[in-house]
T-cell receptor, first 116, second 114 residues
Framework: GEEVAQTPKHLVRGEGQKAKLYCAPIKGHSYVFWYQQVLKNEFKFLISFQNENVFDETGMPKERFSAKCLPNSPCSLEIQATKLEDSAVYFC??????????????FGSGTQLSVL | GNSVTQMEGPVTLSEEAFLTINCTYTATGYPSLFWYVQYPGEGLQLLLKATKADDKGSNKGFEATYRKETTSFHLEKGSVQVSDSAVYFCALMDYNNAGNMLTFGGGTRLMVKP
């Protein structure tokens, strides 16, 4: 597709439940990024993929967060046993290449996760 | 490590006023610099960018100049409109092993009143 598609738009979970978010990058884009936007408008980098391989996961909380980008499937971000502080908007972005000449990131409209 | 610092908001202006949103950065290499805008309920949109020192990015009346000597990339607009009300994010992209990873500032909310 021509835009980054994130689903669902809103997700409500009780504390301790699992949450799974999906992202379909723009067709042909090799890089996918996940960001977490918390209440103070700060964007925290979580993880990036180059095709189906993890490129950088330095921002991922080790214990409860996991992510995948499998061939011919949307990428996913999964949170096991959600906590109240996981409430945020999760943005996915994709880009064509990891080079200076094609550095534009295209962002999806985000998934609002509310943990109650 | 890399970091971006921008002025805290909210910034409240009357229509047609002059806008400046300050942004400074620290980076280990030679980053590209960006301003992104987030309108209410929407994702991020790239507003403008600059890839090297003294470059000026511009779009929709907004401008920002890459100042290496002051490590700054301040956003300016000569005459704001109500439709410019949004949150503005300064960001940098450094070319290391992390590919196209962006480092964002904390965002500045702009409110323009008629």
């Amino acid at each position: 597709g021509e835009e980054v598609a994130q689903t669902p738009k809103h997700l409500v979970r009780g504390e301790g439940q699992k949450a799974k978010l999906y992202c379909a990058p723009i067709k042909g884009h090799s890089y996918v990024f996940w960001y977490q936007q918390v209440l103070k408008n700060e964007f925290k980098f979580l993880i990036s993929f180059q095709n189906e391989n993890v490129f950088d996961e330095t921002g991922m909380p080790k214990e409860r967060f996991s992510a995948k980008c499998l061939p011919n499937s949307p990428c996913s971000l999964e949170i096991q046993a959600t906590k109240l502080e996981d409430s945020a908007v999760y943005f996915c972005a994709s880009s064509l290449q990891g080079s200076r000449t094609n550095e534009k990131l295209f962002f999806g409209s985000g998934t609002q996760l509310s943990v109650l | 490590g890399n970091s971006v610092t921008q002025m805290e908001g909210p910034v409240t202006l009357s229509e047609e006023a002059f806008l400046t949103i300050n942004c400074t950065y620290t980076a280990t290499g030679y980053p590209s610099l960006f301003w992104y805008v987030q309108y209410p309920g929407e994702g991020l949109q790239l507003l403008l960018k600059a890839t090297k020192a003294d470059d000026k990015g511009s779009n929709k009346g907004f401008e920002a100049t890459y100042r290496k000597e002051t490590t700054s990339f301040h956003l300016e607009k000569g005459s704001v409109q109500v439709s410019d009300s949004a949150v503005y994010f300064c960001a940098l992209m450094d070319y290391n092993n992390a590919g196209n990873m962006l480092t964002f500032g904390g965002g500045t909310r702009l409110m323009v009143k008629p």
